[in-house]
């Protein structure tokens, strides 16, 4: 008979009101946790990066290996919360797309001139596939160079540019 496996058993949940993180003199961010360890020069990743980014935050360590995950972001000190947003926006950096100026295709690469909230930009895609259509009108985007774009909620785009994401969707 199979012995069923709990989640508690597999993954090691942290007590985020109870962890101190700090960045260390170097730059990196360094978690001390509640039986006074210490572990430098983590990293720390989503687990659902697309579907629950908030939840469910991943220490690694150094060497690669899992620290621990805190369940959610809003149960860390205000300073922890802090330096693990930052953490976050520097590792999933995404530029938003609020406007789509051209779309024009050659050579099988199809560049879009689009505004983001960083400003004006020239994204090339190599197939529509490039182009995932999530839930609430959320849009991500991978250019040919592997960088990811956002459309927070197509729908909510100028009539222009909602016309020429309507050709990739």
């Keep these: 008979m199979l012995e069923s496996i709990r989640i508690e058993d ?11 993180l700090c960045i260390d003199q170097y ?15 983590i990293k720390i990743i989503r687990s659902f990066p697309l579907s629950d980014p908030n939840q469910f ?13 805190i369940e959610n972001i809003k149960d860390l000190k205000k300073s922890g ?24 295709g050659r050579f ?19 197939s529509r596939m490039d182009v995932a259509p999530m839930d609430g009108g959320r849009v991500l985007i991978k250019d040919v160079d592997g960088n990811r774009y956002e459309i927070v909620n197509y729908n909510e785009l100028d009539p222009k540019s909602h016309a020429l994401l309507e050709l990739y969707l």
């Design 108 to 126: 099988g690469v199809t560049q879009w001139q689009v505004d983001t909230n960083f400003g004006p930009n020239q994204i090339n895609l190599g």
């Design 10 to 20: 597999e993954i090691e949940f942290l007590d985020a009101k109870n962890l101190e």
């Design 81 to 104: 919360r802090k330096i693990v947003v930052d953490q976050l926006e520097k590792a999933y950096y995404m530029p938003r797309i609020v406007r789509i100026n051209s779309i024009d």
């Design 27 to 41: 730059g990196d961010p360094q978690v001390t946790l509640p039986d006074g360890s210490v572990h430098q020069q």
């Design 57 to 69: 935050i991943c220490l690694i360590d150094k060497e690669e290996n899992e620290i621990g995950v």
